[in-house]
């Protein structure tokens, strides 16, 4: 075979990884004259290497992020009232494997979806499957869609290993179908000992008002804060912050 041929071979064997260095590597090895086992394991390297990034993509763009955030470009000098410590321990992901949650609560702006964002990014990396939600937005979708679509969401919600859902809550009062919802995720999660990471401006004790059931609340707060991770964000706003640096940058 010549190497037009071994390169469309590789391809119908899927091996594109291998096909895409097969040249560089040729080249490589005759200009060290290296040994066939090294080229050939570069070569299975290449291959290892191409899949896993395809599949890391697959997973970020499956989890629903918009973006790529990470702890290392979070300005944790401005506001010195964050959990720091307890932020980086959710960025282990200890917490996934143990089945845990975590709830994220305090003032707007303070950085709570930032760091929720880079844990489950960090999950995507490490291979979890992810979903990030915001939450009021999609519940107010489901409240609209059919039954089957409804079922085929609630699944969407209970099989990853990380449900993320983001700025709980932020309408305050949220439909009573949105209510269920919560509940049945929560519930079903809870029996399946996967984790849940809830941002969110509302205080656990506000929940029975926000919900419009306290009884809802109790149950829902039971299952979730079993075995959960209490991170309270206070302090400045990091979006005021960045207006008011807006602002002062804008000629007069």
Known sequence: MNMIEIERAL?????????????????????AQEPFLETFAAMLQDELDRRRSRLTERRFRRSGLDERPSLAD???????????????ELH??????EGA?????????????????????????Q????????????FARYGLAST?????????WIEPDLLVLDDLFLARRIADVSAELLQAIVHQRYKLRRAIVITS????QDWGKYLGDATMA???????????????????????????????????
């Open 11 to 31: 391809r119908e064997l899927r091996l594109s990884g291998i096909a895409e260095t097969l040249s560089t590597r040729v080249m490589q090895a005759q200009a």
């Open 218 to 252: 109790s149950t829902i707060l039971d299952r979730l804060m079993h075995r959960c991770a209490m991170l309270e964000f206070e302090g400045k706003s990091y979006r005021l912050k960045e207006a008011a640096s807006r602002i002062t940058a804008t000629p007069v």
């Open 201 to 204: 401006n509302r205080v656990v």
């Open 127 to 138: 291979g979890y499957d992810v979903r990030y939600v915001e939450a009021d937005t999609e």
């Open 74 to 88: 979070f300005d944790w000098r401005f506001n010195q009232k964050l959990p720091r410590s307890a932020c980086f």
């Open 101 to 125: 949650n975590a709830l994220v609560i305090g003032k707007p702006g303070t950085g709570k979806s930032h760091v929720a964002k880079a844990v489950a990014y960090q999950a995507t990396l």
């Open 92 to 97: 282990t992901l200890k917490f996934i494997g």
């Open 148 to 156: 089957e679509e409804q079922a085929e969401q609630l699944k969407g």
